[in-house]
C-alpha cells in the first residue's frame, strides 16, 4: 500500500535553514511527481513546488523561488524541501504529496505533515 | 499567482445540497480542466475528493460531485452528512505548469 512518511516536527530560529524530508514507499517512487504544499496556522493551503521524481526537474511559486530548493534521492525513494532565511511567517504544517498524474495537481496520497516552529 | 476564490463558508441543513464555487482565471480554471478538490477535518492532511473537475477517485461518495463553466469551478455535496463538516479547497493547474489552491470554504452542517 501507498504510504508517505515526513520527517518530525521542527523548531528553528529566525534566519535559519530546515530541511524536511518525505519518504515514500509502496509504489515505484520515479514514476511520479512530489509537489511540496504549506499551511500556516489558520490559514488556506500554500503551493510551494514540485518535482518530477524521475529525472529531478523541480519548478517552484514565484513566492519561495530562490529561497527553496526541492530534491531527490531515488535510491532512498525520498524527497526533501530545504527552506531558507526563515521568518515567523514561516512557522507552519509541510506537507509532500504525491501527483498521480504527472504535474496536473492529483494529489493521492499525502504525507503527515511536519510542523516547522520558527521562533526566537 | 493569486489564490483562486471561495466563499468563506457554506452551510446547510441534513440531506440539503450545497455548492461551493471556485473562481480563477483564463490561466488556471479557464484554461485547463486540471481542478481538484480537497476535503479537510481539522488536524488533518487534505483528501481528494474531485479532479480532472468531475472524476472522483475510488472510494469517494457519489455525493459529491464537480464542474465548470469559464472561469469558474464548483463543487456540490448532496445528501449533506455532519461528516462532510469540513474545510475544502479547491486547487488548480496553471499556465506557468504551477498549482494554485483557493481561499478555502467551510461547510458546516446546520
Redo the contacts between chains.
Sequence with gaps: QVQIVQSGAEVKKPGASVKISCKASGYTFSLYAIHWVRQAPGQRLEWMGWITSGNGNTKYSQKFQGRVTIARDTSASTAYMELNSLTSEDTAVYYCARDQKGIRGYFDYWGQGTLLTVSS | ?S?LTQPASVSGSPGQSITISCTGTSSDVGG?N?V?W?Q?HPDK????II??VSNR?SGVSNRFSGSKSGNTASLTISGLQAEDEADY?C???TST????????AKVTVL
Excluded: E, H, I, K
Excluded at chain 2, 505548469?97 to 478555502?104: D, E, L, P
Design positions: 499567482q489564490a485547463f486540471f481538484s480537497y479537510q492532511a487534505p483528501r481528494l479532479y480532472d477517485p479547497y486547487s488548480s493547474y505548469s504551477t498549482q494554485v489552491f483557493g481561499t478555502g
